[in-house]
T-cell receptor
């Protein structure tokens, strides 16, 4: 059983550019969630995908979008980058299950720096 | 509006003693609580969880206590070991009809266990 992997590890972009971050979920997991962790803060929920459809969204603007593929991989796309988008982006996979068993397993993250 | 609060940014304990990390929440809809541990340059690692129907859950050296009336939970680590030194995040989720399991995180507590 493989864990959650993310690529790239680090990324530097300039304001206004677009970025795509990738995540490979744990085998067998049908749900992927993306989080943004700013310096000194806890992770903040961006959105969740379940069976390739968006399943919930946090307080992030539409320029944050995502995709989930049948092979358990997923993408986070951010358009028109702003300086405040600089953060660690984490993806987490889980198996949608009855309440009380919602354990999300995180990847190592992608550190995005916007200049 | 911080729905999950970890009021102690840091905690320092001696090896072999008990570490107690605290977490308060404000949203009464939260029904599932988790603790994650995070080392630098790694993603959060799941540690232990508790459902709102319980008040205690144990796993080896780790015990989580939940006081629903006070909207408070705590993580006890005993005995503490130097390898436990990390940032600990408290997280909570609400089962909104099985369609959204987003996690709401606190800001984290840096635990340092001194040899």
């Amino acid at each position: 059983e493989t864990g959650v992997t993310q690529s790239p590890t680090h990324l530097i972009k300039t304001r206004g550019q677009q970025v795509t971050l990738r995540c490979s979920s744990q085998s067998g997991h049908n749900t992927v969630s993306w989080y943004q962790q700013a310096l000194g803060q806890g992770p903040q929920f961006i959105f969740q995908y379940y069976r390739e459809e968006e399943n919930g969204r946090g307080n992030f603007p539409p320029r944050f979008s995502g995709l989930q593929f049948p092979n358990y991989s997923s993408e986070l796309n951010v358009n028109a980058l702003e300086l405040d988008d600089s953060a660690l982006y984490l993806c987490a996979s889980s198996l949608q299950a009855p309440p009380g068993s919602d354990t999300q397993y995180f990847g190592p993250g992608t550190r995005l720096t916007v200049l | 509006d911080q729905q999950v609060k970890q009021n102690s940014p840091s905690l320092s304990v001696q090896e072999g003693r008990i570490s107690i990390l605290n977490c308060d929440y404000t949203n009464s809809m939260f029904d599932y609580f988790l603790w994650y541990k995070k080392y630098p340059a790694e993603g959060p690692t799941f540690l232990i969880s508790i459902s709102s129907i319980k008040d205690k859950n144990e796993d080896g050296r780790f015990t989580v206590f939940l006081n629903k009336s006070a909207k408070h939970l705590s993580l006890h680590i005993v005995p503490s070991q130097p390898g436990d030194s990390a940032v600990y995040f408290c997280a909570a989720s609400a089962d909104s009809g099985g369609s959204n399991y987003k996690l709401t995180f606190g800001k984290g507590t840096l635990l340092t266990v001194n040899p």
